[in-house]
């Protein structure tokens, strides 16, 4: 497809296993991003990517939280460990301009249930 | 990047224009001011951006006050499918991240 592919769209957790967030940005984009969306409330920012470049991971809540592009395309976000409070909608966005922001094309989330 | 005031909340009559506003009275002058929207379970959506001068595309218009301090977003004729939650962000044009406020939850009521 053209846009942004997340998969999986859905993921139940148990407390204490890992998890696997998959992103398939627009082809040729060169910035990426991930962002964390809890019930209710604005996406926060976790991580950005220029190719394969991991640029600024400030966002990214704790040690338990990694984000990879080996290639320069696709991303996994990885949460070793789960918590409750990880339960979110994980989003992720890519951009054409190696600069940043500019226009961002989001996914429509991979929604995470930790129990 | 300067932070964003919106009200949470707005509803407006389908067809009729639909304006939202957004505060940002510390923003410096290299700037943008972003709209994005979120309809329910989808990702964001980009909108519209500015500077100074207002803007205008398919979907909106754009109005930047002279003094840069507060900006409306204007929907000309609103839709039902215009419901979600709208987004004012001010960054810089090569800043790494956008930051997300609340946003202002816009309702199209029939």
């Known amino acids: 497809g053209a846009g942004v592919s997340q998969s999986p769209r859905y993921k139940v957790a148990k407390r204490g296993q890992d998890v696997a967030l998959r992103c398939d940005p627009i082809?040729?984009?060169?910035?990426l991003f991930w962002y964390q969306q809890a019930l209710g409330q604005g996406p926060e920012f976790l991580t950005y990517?220029?190719?394969?470049?991991?640029?600024?991971k400030s966002g990214l809540p704790s040690d338990r939280f990694f984000a990879e592009r080996p290639e320069g395309s696709v991303s996994t976000l990885k949460i070793q460990r789960t918590q409750q409070e990880d339960s979110a909608v994980y989003l992720c966005?890519?951009?054409?301009?190696?600069?940043?922001?500019?226009?961002?094309?989001f996914g429509e989330g991979s929604r995470l249930t930790v129990l | 990047d300067a932070k964003t005031t919106q009200p949470p909340s707005m509803d407006c009559a389908e067809g009729r224009a639909a304006n939202l506003p957004c505060n940002h009275s510390?923003?410096?002058?290299?700037?943008?001011v972003y709209w994005y929207r979120q309809i329910h379970s989808q990702g964001p959506q980009y909108i519209i951006h500015?500077?100074?001068n207002n803007e205008t595309n398919e979907m909106a218009s754009l109005i930047i006050t002279e003094d840069r301090k507060s900006s409306t977003l204007i929907l000309p004729h609103a839709t039902l499918r215009d419901t979600a939650v709208y987004y004012c962000?001010?960054?810089?044009?090569?800043?790494?991240?956008?930051?997300f406020g609340a946003g202002t939850i816009l309702r199209v009521k029939s």
């Open positions: 966005a890519s951009s054409f301009s190696g600069r940043g922001t500019g226009e961002l094309f």
């Open positions: 962000i001010v960054c810089k044009p090569y800043g790494n991240k956008l930051v």
């Open positions: 990517f220029q190719n394969e470049a991991q640029l600024d």
């Open positions: 082809s040729g984009h060169v910035s």
């Open positions: 500015g500077l100074k």
């Open positions: 510390t923003i410096s002058g290299n700037e943008y």
